[in-house]
């Protein structure tokens, strides 16, 4: 299926199959007895940190790209470790379903032998199997397979989630860099202005007000530093747990972002969602796994069939000459077991039928909130784009020239001095805001990524290249 701007592969398979293998395992792999009930304290979390960091100090550098960030992931996430732990045991719960039950060895020693023709009967070997009904071993199968299926689907959702929270902290980081950059520029500059107000106040050419106002600006700035420091340095922190690495692991700031496709029709999307989902892949796995379980309570009106053969050990008897003296015996069985409790038959069938019921309507639940999240998702998407254009095209030129032109004023007449402030501190708010709607847009298209199950084609360009 082909629709523009969309690469409609799988999602967690194109990353697994992505993923690069040059980072070494995490060391909770090997070392996982602080993680035992009872040994995780802080203690113990402060040195799995530190033998943490030693290994990584050892390795490669991380780089700012993306896909080098989610190699690491799959390749080190304890929440993507968990979820392909649960899915191996749903695959290994499968070959168990159809398994017949273990057979059954039984040996009775009597005490008092009974006597029979040919002597006492001294002891008794017995060893039988139960042989369930066919449709029972089939639904059991069927249903743990299907488990086993939406297992693979919950893994595949459980890695696209964690890349997705990956991708929205990489944009936040990526904001928080680029936030400073600036600052650290327009904090140079209202230094600068400063001491021209306060040199132009001492030599009566200027006011007191634009001494204020340029000290106030610089104020400002300092606290957006010391802000966008914090921010950024809990953003890195919380990339670093999504990448199952110690808190204060070294990251490279993002150069850029890459400005994925944004020709999006909310019916092609859907349409995408309805096939690659991962929820909705779930969804119909449970609902192949409820239709097995109602064969399997249907089937419990059925009898099984259980199969045998008994050794008689038996002493010669007591009587002379009698025929055949202490010879043992050979005995095959068969049983067949009774379903005659109807409550709890009955039982069993409603509630098979009411799992179904709850899967069945689980999906419609979840359809309609698949739309009303895509048309949401949607909006947001073209809302910061347009956002995002209206600073590049409009707004961030208009404040430049306004800066440019106020500078001239300010050149040719100190009177415009807070002009040109007033004009210098409108371009700063749109620059931070400008990158703000970068990371915005990039996020709001990844949501969209989650939300379809597949990844939308960037356009070739990044963010950093747009300016």
């Known amino acids: 299926m082909a629709i523009k701007g969309i690469r409609v592969g799988p999602l967690a398979l194109t990353i697994w199959l992505g993923a690069g293998c040059g980072a070494s395992a995490p060391t909770w792999v090997d070392d996982a007895a602080w993680l035992e009930p009872g040994a995780t304290t802080v203690e113990a979390l402060r040195a799995a940190d530190a033998r943490a960091e030693a290994a990584i100090s050892a390795e490669t550098p991380l780089s700012g790209e993306l896909k080098d960030l989610v190699a690491a992931l799959v390749e080190r996430s304890p929440a993507i470790a968990a979820s392909r732990a649960r899915y191996r045991a749903a695959i290994e719960r499968v070959p168990q379903a159809s398994t017949l039950p273990n ?14 023709r040919v002597g006492p009967n001294a002891h008794r070997i017995q060893l039988t199997q139960a042989i369930p009904f066919p449709t029972k071993l089939i639904a059991k199968d069927d249903a743990a397979t299907a488990l086993a299926r939406a297992a693979g689907a919950v ?3 459980v890695v696209r989630d964690e890349v997705t929270r990956l991708e929205g902290q990489w944009a936040d980081f990526y904001y928080a860099t680029r936030a400073l950059l600036i600052v650290d520029q327009h904090i140079a500059l209202a230094k600068a202005l400063s001491q021209v107000a306060g040199t132009r106040y001492s030599a009566s050419r ?7 106002k340029a000290q106030s600006q610089l104020a400002q700035l300092g606290y957006d530093k010391i802000r966008l420091t914090e921010q950024r340095d809990a953003i890195a922190a919380a990339l670093n747990a999504t990448l199952g690495r110690p808190r204060h692991a070294a990251l490279t700031a993002p150069g850029g972002l890459p400005d994925l496709a944004v020709a999006l029709d909310e019916d092609a999307l859907l349409a995408v969602a309805l096939q690659r989902q991962q929820e909705l892949h779930e969804l119909d796995e449970r609902i192949h796994a409820a239709d097995a379980k109602v064969l399997l309570a249907q089937s419990s009106w059925l009898p099984d069939l259980g199969i045998g053969v008994q050794y008689l050990v038996n ?11 202490g010879q043992d015996a050979i005995g095959v069985m068969f049983t067949l077991s009774l379903p005659i409790w109807f409550g709890d038959n009955a039982a069993k069938v409603a ?39 209206l600073y590049d095209e409009e707004l961030l030129p208009q404040a430049t020239r306004a800066m440019e032109t106020a500078e001239q004023w300010n050149r040719a007449d100190a009177a415009h001095f807070t002009d040109f402030l007033e004009a210098r501190g409108v371009y700063y708010s749109f620059a931070l805001a400008r990158e703000r709607a970068v990371a915005d847009h990039f996020k709001a298209v990844v949501r969209i990524e989650q939300l379809i199950g597949a990844t939308l084609a960037p356009n070739g360009a990044t963010s950093a290249e747009a300016q």
């Open 155 to 157: 893994h595949d959702r």
């Open 315 to 325: 002493d010669p008897a007591r009587m002379p000459g009698v025929a055949d003296s």
């Open 351 to 389: 509630e098979a039928h009411a799992e179904r019921e709850a899967a069945l309507a689980g999906k419609k639940a979840h359809l309609d909130r698949l739309r009303a999240d895509l048309a949401e998702a949607v909006f947001t998407e073209r809302d910061a784009r347009r956002l995002r254009t």
């Open 206 to 212: 200027g006011t007191l007000f634009d001494v204020s």
């Open 103 to 116: 057979p059954q060895l039984t040996y009775t020693y009597l005490p008092e032998p009974v006597e029979t």
